[in-house]
């Protein structure tokens, strides 16, 4: 069975940053890419950013130089980096693993970005 795990998401003022990691722990193997993604009240999920295992990455345009994705192959982790963070930013940040034998989330984590 394969579990993934968010943390690192909480309140932040504007302009603020904040950084979220994720862990797999079970029998996952085979990881394509690790990404991040959000999901605002009433609507699907978004991609905020993904990480391949060729070492590419990838940004929504409205993230591009101010987030940072990171993944570890050896812990099987992948870690957010978020700095200047908008208030219309606040959602819930789900992580994915997609691997060979289909995709795996985690129960996403709130990040509100309020003053």
């Known amino acids: 069975q394969v579990h993934i795990v968010e943390s690192g998401g909480g309140l932040v003022q504007p302009g603020g940053s904040l950084t979220l990691s994720c862990a797999a722990s079970?029998?996952?193997?085979?990881?394509?890419?690790m990404g991040w993604y959000h999901q605002f009240p009433g609507r699907e999920r978004e991609l905020v950013s993904i990480a391949s295992n060729g070492g590419g990455t990838t940004y929504a345009d409205s993230v591009k130089g101010r987030f940072t994705i990171a993944r570890d192959d050896v812990k099987k982790t992948v870690t957010l980096q978020m700095n200047s963070l908008k208030p219309d930013e606040s959602a819930l940040y789900y992580c994915?693993?997609?691997?060979?034998?289909?995709?795996?989330w985690g129960q996403g984590i709130q990040v509100t970005v309020s003053s």
């Open positions: 994915l693993y997609d691997t060979r034998r289909g995709g795996f």
């Open positions: 079970g029998s996952i193997s085979h990881i394509y890419t």
